[in-house]
T-cell receptor
Framework: GAGVSQSPRYKVTKRGQDVALRCDPI?????LYWYRQALGQGPEFLTY????????KSGLPNDRFSAERPEGSISTLTIQRTEQRDSAMYRC?????????????FGEGSWLTVV | AQKVTQAQTEISVVEKEDVTLDCVYE???????LFWYKQPPSGELVFLIR??????QNEISGRYSWNFQKSTSSFNFTITASQVVDSAVYFC?????????????FGTGTRLQVFP
């Protein structure tokens, strides 16, 4: 697609429910990232995929968070047993390849509110 | 450890004023990349510029200019003759050059409000 597409744009869920956030990267982009941005803060790295391989998940806060990219294109970030502290904007990003300071293009983000 | 500091939380100016957004970074890498992104009120994150650590030449793009000074670990962003449409949160970010990813380390952002 023309840009990084994320869905849903807005999600309100009850505490304890599972949520799945979807990301469709720019066509042909090998690298895919998930970031989380709390209000008033900069985005913080969660995880990185090179094709379908999850090569860095050091930013995932705990084991309730997981991500996959089974065919090297669309990715899903899943949060199990959501808690109020999970409320934030979740941003997906992609770049053409890894290394060398490639420009990372971000989607519009998915706002998650846990009530 | 890598770190980006944007000490200015919020700046307010009147249209047509010039404004400079400060960015100071820390890294032990000798090769790295610096970025600026714009987050308008609509919420998307828009890429503005990428600069590698070997290129200290200042860059100008229309009303935007960037001043990279390795000696002070700063990568400041100036908007000349600001306009209301420049109102946004601006983020400075850093990435390592030879790591296994291009993950970005962001500052906390500077909110710029331009009043008519």
């Amino acid at each position: 697609g023309a840009g990084v597409s994320q869905s849903p744009r807005y999600k309100v869920t009850k505490r304890g429910q599972d949520v799945a956030l979807r990301c469709d990267p720019i066509s042909g982009h090998v690298s895919l990232y998930w970031y989380r941005q709390a209000l008033g803060q900069g985005p913080e790295f969660l995880t990185y995929f090179n094709y379908e391989a999850q090569q860095d998940k050091s930013g995932l806060p705990n084991d309730r968070f997981s991500a996959e990219r089974p065919e090297g294109s669309i990715s899903t970030l899943t949060i199990q047993r959501t808690e109020q502290r999970d409320s934030a904007m979740y941003r997906c990003a992609s770049s053409l390849s890894r290394g060398g300071g490639n420009t990372i293009y971000f989607g519009e983000g998915s706002w998650l509110t846990v009530v | 450890a890598q770190k980006v500091t944007q000490a200015q939380t919020e700046i307010s100016v009147v249209e047509k004023e010039d404004v400079t957004l400060d960015c100071v970074y820390e890294t032990r890498d000798t090769t790295y990349y610096l970025f600026w992104y714009k987050q308008p009120p609509s919420g998307e994150l828009v890429f503005l510029i990428r600069r590698n650590s070997f290129d200290e030449q200042n860059e100008i793009s229309g009303r935007y200019s960037w001043n990279f000074q390795k000696s002070t670990s700063s990568f400041n962003f100036t908007i000349t003759a600001s306009q209301v449409v420049d109102s946004a949160v601006y983020f400075c970010a850093l990435s390592e050059a030879f790591g296994k990813t291009d993950k970005l380390i962001f500052g906390t952002g500077t909110r710029l409000q331009v009043f008519p």
